[in-house]
Every structure is written in C-alpha cells, then in structure tokens.
C-alpha cells in the first residue's frame, strides 16, 4: 500500500492519494470489527429478549364466511337451467395450543384475527374454508371472557319493546331483521354504505322478493348463538391441549337452497356471517411440583442453579430475579420433578407491595412450598414467620401445604451456624430444616431428596 502511495504521490493522482491515506490499516481493522461486534452484542442483549408477560388482555375474532354465489346452469340447448351457485366457505377458528416450550404470554399479540372464508362460485364450486389462527400459550394458562355490559340508557317501555323484538325467535322475519343488523354493523365497520342481506343477481335488486324467504336452519342456530354468546372459562395445562376462543362465521347459502315451489329460479343467496368476537383475559400460573419462597437475596436462584438445570441471574444485591424461572431436577433413576423460583417477597406482598401479586399466582398451583431463608442474617426464624404471613393473607390455606425450610448459607462464618442451632430448637419437627450452602453445593443431594419424599407423599 506504501507503494502504491508513493507512486500516485509521483505521478500526481489526487483522488488517488486521499483515499489510500484514508484507507483503514489491519491493525484499525481489528479493532473496528471487535467494538463493532461489542456493540452488537450489546444492542441485541438489550433487545432480543421479549419482556416477560404473565397477564393480558387480547381480542379473538373468527374469520367472516364467504358469500354464497347466484349462477344457473347454461348449455348450448338448455338457456335456462337450474340454479347451481356455490356455498361461501366458512371462517377460520381461532385456537390457542399450549405449548411447553413456552413461558409468557409475550407470544401473543393483542388482536388475533383468523382468515376469511373465500366465496362461492358457479357450477356449485364451493368456497374454501378459512385458515385457523393457531396461537401458542404456555402451560397454566388460564382463560376467561369479559363480557361486556353496555349501559341502557333508555326508556322502560322502549326496553320492554326491546326485549319483545328479541324473544321473537321463532319467526324468520326475527332472524332476517337481526341478521341484518349483524351484516350492517359489520358493513359499517368495513366503511361501506351498501350494506345488504343477499347477494343478488345483476340488475335484480329491485326485482328479487324476499317476503316469504326461508332461513336455513343451520343459520338460524348461529345466529342464536351470536346473539347469546355462552362466556369462557378454562385453563390449559396439558401439552398439546387446544381450545377454540373465537369460531369462524358460516359461509353464505348458494342460490340453490332457495329453490322451492313458487321460485324454481332464485336470483338471490346469502352472504356470509361475521365471526364470532370475544375480548379475552389471559392469566399464566405456572405449574410446577415445588415453588420457592423466600425474601430478597436469600439465595433462591443460587440455590435453583445448584438443583437444576436452570440458569437464573445471580448477583449480590436484592431482586436480581424479576422473572419466574422453571427448572428440572433429574434424579438417578431418571425422576423428574420441576421447581419454580419466583422473584423475592417483602412484608406487605399480598397488599401488592413490592413485586406483590403479580408473581405470587405462580407458587397457588405448587404441591411442596420450599422456603429460602439467610441464615447467616440476624433471628432469620422471624423471615419465615413473615413469608408464611404473606402466603396465608394473600390466599388463605396456601401457607398451610406441605413446606420444607432450606437454612441457606449455613457455611457463613460461626454467626450461622449458632444461628442454625437457636433455630432448630425453636422449630416445629414436622417442619424439616436443611441447611445448605447453595453457593458451593454443599448438602444439596440431601435437600432435593427430601423434597421427593415429600412429594411421593402427596401423590
């Protein structure tokens, strides 16, 4: 490159030398690459976590049915044959699938809407279902309905005659006037001002009579079902479970199903229903066999690493943990179970101070309560009598369930161990009392050992 310098320096090539001289040596190349590849990393570390999410609300809209197509049959010596238009296809579900890899509701988005169903055709071509909307949720998912109650701000008699209109269910026109109701809103949330009950031949708009015009029954049913929507309440906790929050609108009727009697040519079929549109509310308990308690900084994440196959963040300062973490014990002879580690407690968590009610759900569903308490801290005896006081306020009879006390940092200088033994004296025996050293994994087997035993108890 010096060489190249010189000679352009020589024969007097300006653009040339600037950008020689300006060109990067290896050396600057190195170091530019690795702060580049800093920063990235950095950028991404800040960004490509999704935040967690144990509570939300989203709205599951089912896919809108095709409408139903107005065509009859031609041939070269048949100018007026049947009616032979097609079925609109059916809207897509909305289905939420619980999935262990899975662990916040971050996955799903606000509005989950499913495909349309695409119309029908002529030569009785069938419209094509909607695809499903399949969301992935994990397990201990809990799922309730908000049901709207909108403020009737009129009259007594206009709301009796209100009420008269709707118990009518049994006439078509009933059906025809609340279908049409159905249609206009939703044509008008669409923006369009032609909102209409039928597709209709052209140019028979004005020609077509649907006075004495049989509703299908299969329509009359969703319709029923749109106007008395029945609310959900379940909870997913298997894997692979399924469950539909929002089913798909009906496809419209082709021209054929009106053929009767009196109109062996009907220039009319029905268009396709709305979905069904539910506000949903999605609350994640996690499932686990054993659940951590204990306060800030008494060493519940050091002491999941230690058992399991987790790897929460561990620092010397409080709430280090912000996030429930889930890990798996494995035993000698291929035993299973998983411990849950929630984000510390402080008095006042079942008034929602601290961190408070929004990671307490997650020990309601745990078989075995494992309380972490500092040892080495001054009367750590009091520490456990608050936790217990906290669960017991929080939900009534959860501090009640079968608990083991994990005595943590025992090897903390001759202050914890006097400590261990003022405790163990003091303790009720049908609460047992390990101590450990979770930092350098000292008396760990004993205590994962114990928590089994407790467990096959339970079972």
Same mark, same amino acid.
């Given at each position: ?93 909305? %289905? ?107 140019? %028979? ?175 750590? %005896? ?40 003022? %405790? ?36």
């Amino acid at each position: 490159m010096l060489r190249t310098l010189a000679h352009a320096q020589s024969h007097r090539h300006p653009r040339l030398c600037k950008a020689l001289s300006t060109h990067p040596s290896p050396a600057d190349l190195s170091t530019t690459s690795q702060t580049t590849s800093i920063d990235w990393k950095l950028r991404g570390g800040k960004k490509s976590g999704r935040n967690f999410i144990d509570r939300m609300r989203c709205t599951a809209i089912g896919g809108r049915g095709g409408n139903g197509c107005v065509s009859f049959f031609r041939d070269v010596f048949v100018p007026r044959g049947p009616p032979n238009g097609g079925d609109g296809g059916g809207g897509g579900d909305v %289905w939420l699938e619980v999935d262990e890899n899975e662990t916040s509701l971050s996955c799903v988005k606000q509005q989950l809407r499913a495909h349309h169903g695409t119309n029908g055709g002529g030569k009785s071509m069938h419209g094509s279902r909607g695809a499903d909307l399949v969301v992935k949720v994990p397990r201990g998912t809990m799922v309730r309905e908000i049901v709207q109650v909108e403020e009737q701000k009129q009259k007594p008699e206009a709301a009796a005659r209100k009420q008269n209109v709707l118990e009518e269910e049994t006439s078509d026109n009933g059906f025809l006037d609340d279908l049409q109701v159905q249609l206009e809103r939703e044509e008008r949330r669409r923006g369009s001002d032609k909102a209409s009950l039928f597709v209709h031949y052209p140019r %028979w708009e004005d020609r077509n009579d649907l006075t004495a015009v049989r509703i299908p029954p299969e329509i009359k049913s969703y319709l029923w079902e749109l106007r008395n929507p029945t609310p959900l309440v379940t909870d997913l906790t298997t894997h692979g479970q399924r469950f539909c929050v929002a089913a798909g609108g009906l496809g419209g009727p082709g021209n054929p199903h009106f053929n009767a009697p009196n109109d062996r040519q009907p220039h009319y079929a029905l268009k396709g229903l709305p979905g069904h549109t539910r506000i949903l509310d999605l609350e994640l308990k996690t499932i686990a066999d054993v659940g951590l308690v204990g306060m800030p900084n008494a060493g519940k994440s050091t002491f999941l690493r230690a058992v399991s196959n987790a790897h929460p963040r561990v620092a010397p300062y409080a709430f280090t943990t912000l996030n429930p973490y889930i890990g798996t014990v494995d035993y000698h002879d291929a035993k299973q179970l998983t411990i849950a580690d929630i984000p510390g407690l402080v008095p006042g968590a079942h008034r929602n101070i601290g961190l408070g009610h929004s990671f307490l759900r997650h020990v309601e569903r745990s078989s075995v309560l494992v309380y972490i308490v500092d040892v080495s801290r001054p009367e750590p %005896w009091t520490h456990l009598e608050a936790l217990q006081r906290e669960l017991e306020l929080y939900r009534p009879g959860l501090a009640g369930r079968p608990s083991l006390v994990i005595a943590n940092k025992a090897d903390a200088g001759e202050e914890a161990k006097r400590n261990y033994e003022l %405790w163990r004296g003091v303790i009720s025996p049908l609460v047992p009392l390990i101590p450990v050293s979770a930092k350098y994994k000292k008396n760990i087997l004993k205590a994962t050992y114990e928590i089994r035993r407790m467990l096959e108890i339970q079972d």
